[in-house]
């Protein structure tokens, strides 16, 4: 990065090349009106730009407060820059850089969760929107039930005042504000997880209850948990994106963000204290989301985890390198057709073979560089609901599970920690010492599989005592073994 140029800011945004976008609106007019936790890469490339939008069409009440609940990094990056930060939307023909201006504030939770609860309570906050990973709901992910005794929750009941969790920080700011006569806000979860507003009220309530029953009560009734399907991919940014933004523009932004040109946000439309026109900007509003999230789980994210553990496995970086390469596009394609179309609801006027088209399209695009080992991460909290329950309703149905089986049995040989060649993988996952501790000693497949299927917070019992499935896995994680990822794609007849 050339030290030399200028940070971006305000000030030099006047002096950007024409061709890239930024925001026209007077951003000093801006209010708050979310408050957003987890302000990583995917937020800004997503809620943020639809909210850029509408602040650009004249909304001026929906500024953004971006709250980081552990790491200063994104604060320390954009503070800087009043705020301001870049997404490069990356084809394979075209390239367009705009500065986005929606988030007017950003907090980090440690450092000062007073002023995160502070701005919480105020009443011009009607949104209190969330990307947190599936992590950050504290819940057993085959149950999707809050796991009570995980570090957070058993210090976020005590601490009150003090929170470390999403859950905290939301259960006693509802508590304050009702005390306090002020409406409460709409809670909106934009992460991947199944009913993802469902299972936040269900561990909200469940947190709230454990303090105080009636609250808890007071939460189910009056405050608004609306499901989302959120779709962007966001593949991490390296060091190559910063100094490629500072030749597009000519200034540095310390932390840009690169994605494609996709984007869709379908929001069940049950806001309670209003929320901006996000129509105008292209968001879908309808009653109920979960036939597009079970679409975009099943589809999107199954298939990107089956190409991250096999082609992280077979030796692969990129997704985009897995797709071209011998046999996966086709084994992709396949899995989407005959295993996981079958289990999802219709949706009237919707043309499923074209987004499974434009999926096999999106993965392949190799100007995005999205790391295999990035989606690898965390796979005990993604498995349940990207794979496991496609895999249960087909084992219902008497149907075969083989594809869907190679992918849990990728998770299962990449989570052993060695690579093919005998290398050590850095394997992301809040569970790792359980896995490893179940798993060590065993060698075959039989084995392996039976000590992975004894996790409950993974496996459902009625799967992991299930035979078929067993017996589907066991011969899929053999055959990876065996053979390895690459010749066990190939080979798939
Ligand atoms: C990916 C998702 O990292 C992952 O687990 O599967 O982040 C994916 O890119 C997004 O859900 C796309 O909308």
Redesign the pocket.
Known sequence: MNETHPRLSMQVLEQLPQDVLRPTYDRKQIKAGIVHLGIGA?HRA?QAVYTDEILQAGAQEWGIIGVSLRSPDTRDALAPQDGLYTITVRSAVHEQVRVIGSVVQLLVAPENPQTVMDALCEPEIKIVSLTITEKGYCYAPATGTLDETHADVVHDLQEHNHPRSALGFIVEALRRRRQAGVAPFTVLSCD?LPSNGETLKRVVTRFAALRDPELAEYIAAHVAFPSTM??????ATTDADRSAIVDATGVIDAWPIMTEAFS?WVVEDHFTSGRPNWEMAGVTFVQDVSAFELM?LRL??GS??TI?YLGYLAGHETVSDVMAAEGFARFIREMMDEEISSTLPKLPDFDLDHYKDQLIERFRNSSLK?RTW?????GSQ?LPQ?LLGTIRERLAEGQSIDRLSIGVAGWMRYATGWDEKGAAIDVRDPLVQEIQARIAGQKTAAELVAAYCSIEEIFPRDLAGNQVFRACVERALQSLLEIGAARSVAQFK
Not at 230 to 235: E, L, S
């Open positions: 995917f997503h991947n959120v779709d962007r991919i966001v593949p869709q975009k999107l994210n990107h985890s991250a999205h990035q989606i690898a991460m965390d993604k990207r």
